[in-house]
């Protein structure tokens, strides 16, 4: 997965209604990506949401796709060769939420599917009066979470919101984490060091959406 400074990220977070999945998968997906890659769009990521520790909705599936720009971004929803296979998607879908972002710097991921640990999608909507808690968290509990027998977490990717209007899902903090061992992340939340910190984590993001997901090949 190839990220390019200035692009943007777009993070689409979808549930497909049962029996729908053709429909979605080999009807509308090929047609509307191959209408995209004239904007500049391509898709970088699929996940399989397998759990959702924090947040009121469960989707399916997560998608990371990039495009040019938000301009190109807008004008290909305005393709009149999309609009006439929009109704495919929209029929198919029981839930999709849309989010847009950027980085700061190129990197290439190698992402990996295993079955012992597990990403994590994280989404965090802040309360500016107690954002610096975040750090002063992260700093206490980072170095601990970042040991093998606690989980070996580590920050794979953070990406900037663009803070623009377009889709329904507008975070103050999106990022991609990875826990190399659910065992030891849970052996992690049960420590002191965790629990006797966790409210600066509250104070700081009263609202937050944790997705635990499985890279998809």
């Keep these: 997965m190839q990220f390019t400074a200035g692009r943007v990220v777009e993070l689409a977070l979808l549930s497909v209604k049962e029996g729908m999945g053709p429909q979605f998968q080999t009807e509308y997906f090929p047609q509307a990506s191959q209408i995209a890659q004239e904007y ?36 290909f929803a305005r393709d009149p060769r999309f609009l006439q296979i929009q109704g495919l998607r929209d029929n198919a879908l029981e839930y999709l939420a849309q989010g847009y972002f950027t980085v700061e710097e190129n990197r290439t991921l190698s992402l990996v599917r295993d079955g012992e640990g597990t990403y994590e999608l994280i989404l965090f909507w ?92």
């Design 40 to 75: 500049g769009g391509q898709l970088l990521a699929v996940f399989e949401v397998t759990d959702v520790p924090y947040g009121w909705k469960r989707p399916q599936t997560a998608v990371l796709f990039e495009w040019a720009s938000m301009e190109r971004k807008r004008a």
């Design 126 to 217: 802040m309360d500016p009066d107690h954002a610096d808690d975040l750090n002063t968290y992260f700093s206490r509990v980072g170095p601990v979470a970042a040991q093998p027998e606690y989980g070996g977490f580590e920050m794979v990717q953070s990406f900037t919101p663009l803070r623009v209007n377009d889709g329904t899902v507008h975070p103050d903090m999106f990022a991609l984490g990875r826990w190399n061992s659910l065992q030891g992340s849970r052996a992690f939340f049960e420590l002191p060091i965790y629990q006797e910190n966790v409210h600066l984590r509250e104070a700081a993001a009263p609202y937050k959406d944790v997705l635990q997901v499985r890279f998809v090949p």
